[in-house]
């Protein structure tokens, strides 16, 4: 399930040999045991920054032509939830900080000490060697962390602004845990990025250039050499970069891969059983976790995953610098 802009398959750890960190996070210590009340941030600092999406029944999934359909996009199913509230961008580079300093929390990338980095934006001086299969335009890169994104020599200082990358499954519930919120489902991710709409292509309709206004920070040119930034983006872009959906949400479509909380199955929504349908949570079991939305590596050509039904999983240890988050929360 490598893709130019899918990270699935855990690519971020396996293809290449590096010496092991002297601790590898684990699901314990970042979802099973919870951060201290004083180590937590207060959820009213951060509500202002969240949307509210109603619930009710919504079409879940796709049944595109253009689809992939051994990634389980179908079958298009009414799926009922209850209202939630969700953050209107990915978590920032910014915020990420302040979650950093506030509890001493090291990334999975930081920890492990390399993370994989697109190959034309990677500083090649600090690379490791070794490649995805099938992707050999990922580098698995020494010290590219959410706070050197292409390696040690570079800086998020200009880049406050934009989706935080680099962070596994395990540092995103860990933010979400000292944030007072939670990762998202599947389910409420795809209700709130379609804004509203019903079973469009993209959170704004259909067409994916109407009139010729780009509406998303994806790839355009030849992949993976040559990228001609029409959208205005070669890597990512600010959180906020484009127009809001229906619901008040940034960028679901491109940008970066967001996680979400359910564990990755390309059948288990399929069944009839009603958990599948009312409020889903996605499987008990599984070793992969659920990303949405594609990233500014994703084009036609390859991999159209920046349309709203699209999906894959990565494995939630894994990090890449085109993977971030945003946050979710129940109503009180």
Request: with cysteine; hydrophobic share 35%; glycine share 10%.
């Amino acid at each position: 399930m490598i893709s130019c802009c899918s990270p699935g398959g855990d690519p971020a750890r396996t293809p290449v040999t590096v010496p092991a960190p002297a601790y590898r996070i684990g699901l314990a210590d970042t979802v099973e045991t919870p951060l201290s009340p004083a180590r937590r941030r207060d959820p009213a600092e951060t509500a202002e920054s969240m949307v509210t999406v109603p619930g009710g029944t919504f079409l879940m999934g796709g049944e595109d032509p253009d689809g992939w359909a051994a990634d389980g996009e179908g079958p298009i199913r009414e799926v009922t939830l209850r209202p939630f509230l969700i953050d209107a961008t990915c978590v920032t580079n910014a915020e990420f900080a302040v979650f950093a300093e506030a509890t001493g929390y090291r990334t999975e990338a930081e920890r492990f000490g390399w993370s994989y980095v697109f190959h034309r934006l990677a500083d090649r001086r600090h690379a490791v060697g070794g490649h995805v299969p099938g992707a050999p335009w990922w580098l698995a890169v020494v010290g590219a962390t959410w706070r050197s994104p292409e390696g040690p020599d570079s800086t998020v200082a200009s880049r406050q602004d934009h989706p935080v990358v680099h962070v596994s499954w395990n540092d995103a519930a860990a933010y979400a845990a000292w944030a007072g919120k939670r990762l998202p489902t599947e389910a409420e991710w795809e209700m709130a990025a379609r804004g509203g709409l019903a079973q469009a292509r993209y959170p704004w309709g259909n067409e994916l250039t109407p009139d010729g206004e780009h509406r998303c920070n994806i790839w355009q040119g030849r992949f993976p050499h040559a990228d001609t930034a029409e959208d205005g983006y070669a890597g990512t872009a600010p959180a906020d970069a484009f127009a809001p959906n229906g619901y008040g949400l940034h960028n679901t479509s491109g940008n970066v891969w967001e996680w979400c909380a359910d564990r990755w199955s390309n059948d288990w929504h399929a069944t009839e059983s009603p958990r599948t349908r009312i409020d889903p949570q996605g499987p008990a079991t599984g070793t992969a976790r659920v990303v949405r939305g594609g990233s500014y590596l994703c084009h036609d050509s390859y991999c159209n995953r920046y349309r709203v039904a699209a999906r894959t999983g990565n494995t939630p240890d894994s990090s890449t610098g085109h993977t971030g988050f945003r946050c979710a929360a129940t109503p009180r």
